[in-house]
Structure formats: structure tokens, C-alpha cells
């Protein structure tokens, strides 16, 4: 496999195999890159004008490689066959049926993916876990690469697990902090190497064994989150002592040895991954009889539902102890800015807290539309009892719609709660938007994102989280 003529195969055209796989094309001119899934729609939603993610600079970067080096397709059988490497990047959620259920990795697709390559390899192929996986997952890929094989073909397994972020993913990829890759395989390791080598400085590419790299990108996890959830538990306390959390934040955050990122307070860390990788390292845990292990980390993961409950507690007790039938604006509903992803949101969770409350919440996400928002809704409610309850189901048909803007949300409203920090919510006139509301005029700030002063002159009561 000379280098010039390498065949890349991503399987799973999502958030991360998307992204990825199209800076890989752009940097990389002379490599045929083919981003396969299995949902038509998706692919066909790359193949078009709108993305089906959106993510600042990603548009630029699929327009430029796509149709030159960088496709996409459902032809997953034919471009195995044809590919050198191939990435598996398909989801990993956490189960929800059988045994390890709330805590250990569904593996279901990394193992059809497995075993899809299996049956339509030819000749020599580097497969490479891109997901991220609980450690010794390469093991039964290995396993069932070579068992499942119908003899024509040979393997080599690397462990690369992915480190971006959404809403700066293309930043990321373009300069990330590292590119880890775990293998037995020097040879394979290095051809890896060479393709992250035409843009990423060498001594930011690090090789290691295939343990290693799985249980590295748990533990970054892991570490961040928990960074999150310990501002978020000293946000509790600046509340009830005087303490400002942001001015704590940034007292800590000097100190060297501390660092200033990933101490934001907010209503709660959301998104695909932090939640699913901590349950995951969690169950690894108490699998090789470290009940002590387990359990310092599920605190990371109880701490963030508490400052949630929080959050949506602190709202129904300062309007009078009940929201009732009262108009409540939500502002941002995605997990973080620059992204319409809303998994594990900490938005749902105040949403379904307020909507048992009986409040009517009319939503605004620049990026998150009313389907998506119903959708996530059912989901954690129905997760919660089983299946959809009609009385769950008519309080998300009667009590939950979008507004067209932030501004259009809050018109008539009791309250808002700001809980994605996107930053046009930032240049909004709030003396119209006050003028607008209902008195008292509450402002739950659930990103510590607005100026207290300004909005507490204009007539705003305003509660931001760690203030008190
Ligand atoms: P995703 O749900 O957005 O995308 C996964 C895709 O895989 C889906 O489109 C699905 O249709 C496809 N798929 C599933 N099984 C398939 C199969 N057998 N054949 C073909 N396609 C198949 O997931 P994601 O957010 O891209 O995450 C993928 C992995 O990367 C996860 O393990 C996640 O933990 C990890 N990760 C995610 C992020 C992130 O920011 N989202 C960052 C780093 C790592
Ligand atoms: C996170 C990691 O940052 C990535 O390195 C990793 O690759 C990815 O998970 C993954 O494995 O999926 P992501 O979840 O996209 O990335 O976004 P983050 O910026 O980490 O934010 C996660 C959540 O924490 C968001 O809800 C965010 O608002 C919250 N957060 C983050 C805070 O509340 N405070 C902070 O200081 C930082």
C-alpha cells in the first residue's frame, strides 16, 4: 500500500466520523476518503447543501474535498473491499436493556461493523477503532476480524480515539492538542502516523499500546467532566456563602498546576459523551472488582444531575413556589453553543422538570428545531417510566412550542432561563425584552453568560448559577 494511492472507509457518518474523515480528504488531496452509514438520509443530507450537523468552518471544508477525494455513500460492502483502512466510528451509547444496563458500552454496532468487515475484506487491512470503546475492545474486534474471516484476508487493529469537540471540531481537527494511536503493529502505527503527519506537528502524534489509547480517551473524559462538576459543586456553595463562582473560577484557574479551561459553572454538563463515558468507565470498574474506583467517579456523574435538579428546583422556589401555567422562555436548548446536537442536554432535563411543574415553555435554539426538541422530550421521558405516559404526552403537546427568536420567546413570559450560551443571546435589547414580560421579570442564568448589573438596572431579577 504505497501512500499515494491509499483507500480510507469510515464507517458512520456522524458527528465524528463526518468531520473527520472530511479534514483527513482536505489535508490529504492524494488519499480517496469514503465516509459509509447505513441511514440513506444522512448520507444524503452530506451528499446536499445542509449538512446534517452544523458546525462553524465545516461547510468550507466538505465543499472543497467532496467529489474531489472525499465521498459519501451507503455502499458500505464495496468500499470495505476496496479500502486499506477502515475506521469504525459508529455510536457507542450507554445500554439499556440486559446486563450492565444504565452503565456498560452497547457494543451492538462496533461489532456488526466488525463483522461487516470480516465478511467483505480482501487482502490487507488496517482497521482502526475511532469510537470510543471500553479498554480491550480490541481484543474481540481481533477476534472476530480473524474468526469471522473467510481466509482471503488479514488484519491489523489501532486504537485512534477521537478528542474533539462540538461547535469547534473543525478547529480541533486542524490543530489538535494530540492525535493518540494505540497498536501492536509498528507498520501499521506509523502508516496512521504519516496520514495525520501531513498537518499535525510529529511530536504531537503519540503512540502507545492498544490499552492505553482505549482507556486514555475515558479518562480525558472522565477528567474533564469532572472538572465541571467540581466548579458546579462549589457553585452551590459561592450561593449560599456570598462567594462569586466565576471570580473562584478564575482565582483557581491561575495557579498553573490548575489551569483556567473547563471551570465554567452551568446548569450541567450535557452532550453525547461525558455522561456515557464516566457510566462506562464506572461499570469497567466494578467489572475488575474496584468498587472504590466505581464509585469516586459516579459522584462526577451524580453531581451534574444534582446541579441540574438545581437549577429547575431554584426556579419553580423563586416564582412564588409554582410556575404553573406561567409562561417560561427557554433560550438555547442544544447542549453548547455552535452545535445543533441536543443529546443529554441539560436543556430536557429543566424542561421536563418545569413541564411536571405544569409550566408552559415556549423555546428558542437558533439551531434546534421543535421536532428534535419533542423528540428528545419523549425520549428521556419514556426512558424514565418505560413508555410515553398519555399524561407525559399531553404535557409536551400542550405545553411545549419554539419561537422564532429570543426575543419573540420571552414576550409575555414570567421568566427566562438562559441555558446555551449562544452569544446573539448576549446582543439582545433587553429593555424591550423586559418591557415585554410579565412582573417581576425573572432571569434564571443557567451559563453565567449575562451582565447582572445591566439586566438588574433594567428591572430584571436575575439569579445566575454560583451568585448569590
Ligand atoms: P453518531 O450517532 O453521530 O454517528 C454514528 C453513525 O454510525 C450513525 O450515523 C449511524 O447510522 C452509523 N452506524 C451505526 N452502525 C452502523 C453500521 N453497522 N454500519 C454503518 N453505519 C453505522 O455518533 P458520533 O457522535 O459521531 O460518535 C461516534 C463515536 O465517536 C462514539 O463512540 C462517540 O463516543 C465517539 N466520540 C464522539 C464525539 C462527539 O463529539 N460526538 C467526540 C469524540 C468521540
Ligand atoms: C467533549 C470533550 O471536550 C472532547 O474532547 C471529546 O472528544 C468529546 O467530549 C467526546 O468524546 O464526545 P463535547 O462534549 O463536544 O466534547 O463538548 P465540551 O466542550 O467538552 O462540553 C461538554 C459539556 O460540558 C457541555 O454541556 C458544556 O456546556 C459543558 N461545560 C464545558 C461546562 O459546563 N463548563 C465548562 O467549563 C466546560
Not at 455510536?91 to 461487516?116: D, H
Not at 477528567?223 to 462569586?244: H, M, Y
Not at 444531575?305 to 404553573?324: A, E, G, H, L, P
Not at 419561537?403 to 452569544?423: K, P, R, Y
Request: charged letters at 25%.
Amino acid at each position: 500500500m504505497s501512500e499515494s494511492s491509499l483507500k480510507i472507509c469510515c464507517i458512520g457518518a456522524g458527528y465524528v466520523g463526518g468531520p473527520t474523515m472530511a479534514m483527513i480528504a482536505k489535508q490529504c488531496p492524494d488519499i480517496e476518503v469514503n465516509v459509509v452509514d447505513i441511514n440513506e438520509s444522512r448520507i444524503a443530507a452530506w451528499n446536499s447543501d445542509s449538512l446534517p450537523i452544523y458546525e462553524p468552518g465545516l461547510d468550507e471544508v466538505v465543499r472543497e474535498a467532496r467529489g474531489r477525494n472525499l465521498f459519501f455513500t451507503t455502499d458500505v460492502s464495496e468500499k470495505i473491499k476496496t479500502s486499506d483502512m477502515i475506521f469504525i466510528s459508529v455510536n457507542t451509547p450507554t445500554k439499556t436493556f440486559g446486563i450492565g444496563s444504565g452503565r456498560a458500552a452497547n457494543l451492538e454496532f462496533v461489532e456488526k461493523c466488525a463483522r461487516e468487515i470480516a465478511l467483505h475484506a480482501e487482502g490487507h487491512k488496517i482497521v482502526i477503532e475511532k469510537s470510543t470503546l471500553p479498554v480491550r475492545t480490541a481484543e474481540a474486534v481481533k477476534r472476530i476480524l480473524n474468526s469471522a474471516s473467510n481466509g482471503s484476508a488479514s488484519f491489523d487493529v489501532l486504537s485512534n480515539p477521537e478528542f474533539l469537540a462540538e461547535g469547534t471540531a473543525v478547529t480541533d481537527l486542524l490543530n489538535p492538542d494530540r492525535v493518540l494511536i494505540g497498536g501492536e503493529s509498528q507498520e501499521a502505527i506509523e502508516k496512521l502516523a504519516n496520514v495525520y503527519g501531513r498537518w499535525v506537528r510529529p511530536d504531537s502524534i503519540i503512540r502507545t499500546n492498544l490499552w492505553s489509547s482505549e482507556l486514555s480517551k475515558l479518562t480525558a473524559n472522565a477528567f474533564l467532566a469532572q472538572r465541571v462538576s467540581s466548579i458546579n459543586a462549589i457553585s452551590a456553595l459561592c450561593e449560599a456563602t456570598g462567594a462569586d463562582v466565576d471570580e473562584v473560577a478564575n482565582a483557581i484557574g491561575t495557579d498553573s498546576r490548575i489551569g483556567p479551561k473547563f471551570l465554567k459553572s452551568s446548569v450541567g454538563f450535557g452532550g453525547s459523551c461525558f455522561q456515557k463515558d464516566i457510566l462506562n468507565l464506572v461499570y469497567l470498574c466494578e467489572h475488575f472488582g474496584l468498587p472504590e474506583v466505581a464509585a469516586y467517579w459516579e459522584q462526577v456523574v451524580l453531581m451534574n444531575d444534582y446541579q441540574k435538579r438545581r437549577f429547575s428546583t431554584s426556579i419553580v422556589k423563586t416564582m412564588f413556589n409554582t410556575v404553573s401555567d406561567k409562561k417560561i422562555a427557554i433560550w438555547g436548548f442544544a447542549f453548547k453553543k455552535d452545535t445543533n446536537d441536543t443529546r443529554e442536554s441539560a436543556a430536557i432535563y429543566v424542561c421536563r422538570d418545569l413541564l411536571e411543574e405544569r409550566a408552559r415553555l415556549t423555546i428558542y435554539d437558533p439551531k434546534v428545531g421543535l421536532d428534535q426538541i419533542k423528540q428528545e422530550l419523549i425520549y428521556l421521558m419514556s426512558a424514565e417510566f418505560g413508555t410515553l405516559s398519555e399524561k407525559h404526552r399531553k404535557l409536551i403537546d400542550d405545553n411545549v412550542e419554539v419561537a422564532n427568536s429570543a426575543e419573540a420567546a420571552a414576550s409575555g413570559a414570567h421568566a427566562i432561563a438562559v441555558l446555551t450560551e449562544w452569544d446573539e443571546f448576549k446582543e439582545v435589547d433587553f429593555d424591550a425584552v423586559y418591557r415585554s414580560m410579565k412582573k417581576p421579570a425573572f432571569l434564571f442564568d443557567g451559563r453565567n453568560l449575562m451582565d447582572r448589573e445591566k439586566l438588574s438596572k433594567i428591572g430584571f431579577e436575575v439569579y445566575a448559577t454560583g451568585k448569590s
